[in-house]
């Protein structure tokens, strides 16, 4: 069975510039989330998802952040205009029961 | 709502102990953890869901004190292969979304 997939695995882009993360979960899973992570900090809620609709997004951080999930299948994150504290690692995690989130390898993020 | 992890790093040698601690100022009602391996995506260890709880994986272990509002890792003989950083995180009720601790990089050397 695959496991959460995530694309691009790094992205580079100057600020103002927009970029688009996308996330394939577990084939099934209804739930999936997007958390990020700040260099040593820790990994931070940013929305969940069951099916297609929006469950909790109160850890957006501001209307920059656009998240979608198409027919409730792969989800995407656009970040429109990045700037520089959007730079970080974003995981995608996706669970069927409220118990196990499984994670994805994170998009890296450089906004220069 | 992030707990708090400590310590922030642990070297050990192979076959040493390790505990790392997670502690939080909100009611407990769920414990998860994962270690990441650099450049991973972060892998599912355990989750402890009653007070007072323990569980195990290969030699880790973990216990949930939910009075203390505090759950503690136990990794007993330490391997190369449990190099990494943990993280804790906690859910509310019926929450789905997790709060993670800032993570413990543990570096086993031979």
């Known amino acids: 069975e695959a496991g959460v997939t995530q694309f691009p695995s790094h992205s580079v882009i100057e600020k103002g510039q927009t970029v688009t993360l996308r996330c394939d979960p577990i084939?099934?899973?209804?739930?999936l989330y997007w958390y990020r992570r700040v260099m040593g900090k820790e990994i931070k809620f940013l929305l969940h998802?069951?099916?297609?609709?929006?469950?909790?997004e109160s850890g957006m951080p501001n209307n920059r952040f656009l998240a979608e999930r198409t027919g409730g299948t792969y989800s995407t994150l656009k970040v429109q205009p990045a700037e520089l504290e959007d730079s970080g690692v974003y995981f995608c995690?996706?669970?069927?029961?409220?118990?196990?989130?499984?994670f994805g390898p994170g998009t890296r993020l450089t906004v220069l | 709502q992030q707990p708090v992890q400590s310590p922030q790093a642990v070297i050990l040698r192979e076959g040493e102990d390790a505990v790392i601690n997670c502690s939080s100022s909100?009611?407990?009602?769920?414990v998860h953890w994962y270690r990441q391996k650099h450049g991973e995506a972060p892998v599912f260890l355990m989750i402890?869901?009653?007070?007072?709880e323990q569980k195990g994986h290969e030699k880790i272990s973990a216990s949930f004190n939910e009075k203390k509002q505090q759950s503690s890792l136990y990794l007993t003989a330490s391997q190369l292969s449990y190099s990494g950083t943990y993280f804790c995180?906690?859910?509310?009720?019926?929450?789905?979304?997790?709060?993670f601790g800032t993570g413990t990089r543990l570096t086993v050397i031979p």
């Open positions: 084939s099934g899973h209804d739930n």
């Open positions: 995180g906690t859910g509310g009720t019926g929450a789905n979304n997790l709060f």
């Open positions: 402890l869901l009653k007070g007072g």
């Open positions: 998802f069951v099916k297609e609709s929006k469950q909790d």
């Open positions: 909100k009611a407990l009602y769920s």
């Open positions: 995690a996706s669970s069927q029961f409220v118990n196990e989130q499984f």
